[in-house]
């Protein structure tokens, strides 16, 4: 069965630290791997995500992650972070196109908060 | 453009009641998503529309949850006989197709309280 893992489940940086959240995930196939945010107050949203190609993916307001698949990760980085960062943020996993599977699958997110 | 938009925001039922949950996607979204969300964790997914049939209904807990959308428009969530551990945040999401390219845009959900 899919899963995924997500290693901290609150961080606390000063503004201008560097930010990397770790998640792993559990599928043996073709994956579509995702980061999406939640800003107090406001809905879930996409920040990004990977399909094929490049490893290195950049989303919005600086955010990049890296898809390792030997390592079953797809690590979400940011070199300096804002007190606007504060949110919390989730990975998810989906089955690739054509293998017939929507179920996207969340981890169960980081708290991040920035002190200004 | 308009979002996603459900309603009611908030619900508080007593246990064993029934309750139907709304979610407008936006306008010409053929794909849409339940997704349930418990206090500390990540969306849990529910059941996935393509229109206006279920492609993927694996993620219902039981058969007290059910779901339509007739029209391929508007979807509601259906509880019956509710039990606390149905308290949750339950989330809609659409996208533009069925594709794993298109982003699902999300709902602000609905929080559910059964006492």
């Known amino acids: 069965a899919q899963s995924v893992s997500q290693h901290n489940h609150h961080v606390i940086l000063s503004e201008a630290a560097s930010l990397e959240l770790g998640c792993n995930y559990s599928?043996?196939?073709?994956?579509?791997l995702f980061w999406y945010v939640q800003y107090p107050g406001q809905h879930l949203q996409l920040l990004l995500k990977?399909?094929?190609?490049?490893?290195l993916v950049k989303g919005i307001k600086g955010f990049e992650a890296e898809f390792i698949k030997s390592k079953f990760s797809f690590n979400l980085r940011k070199p300096s972070v804002q007190w606007s960062d504060t949110a919390e943020y989730f990975c998810a996993v989906r089955p690739g196109e054509g293998t017939g599977g929507f179920k996207t699958i969340f981890g169960a997110g980081t708290r991040l908060f920035v002190k200004a | 453009g308009a979002g996603v938009s459900q309603t009611p925001s908030n619900k508080v039922t007593e246990k064993g009641k029934y309750v139907e949950l709304r979610c407008d996607p936006i306008s010409g979204h053929t794909a849409l998503y339940w997704y349930r969300q418990s206090l500390g964790q990540g969306p849990e997914f529910l059941i996935y529309?393509?229109?206006?049939?279920?492609?993927?209904d694996s993620g219902l807990p039981n058969d007290r949850f059910f779901a339509v959308r007739p029209e391929g428009s508007v979807s509601t969530l259906k509880i019956q006989r509710t039990e606390r551990g149905d308290s949750a945040v339950y989330l809609c999401?659409?996208?533009?197709?069925?594709?794993?390219?298109?982003?699902?845009?999300f709902g602000p959900g609905t929080r559910l309280t059964v006492l």
């Open positions: 999401a659409s996208s533009s197709d069925r594709g794993s390219y298109n982003e699902q845009f």
């Open positions: 599928y043996g196939g073709t994956v579509n």
């Open positions: 529309f393509q229109g206006t049939g279920a492609a993927d």
């Open positions: 990977y399909f094929s190609g490049d490893p």
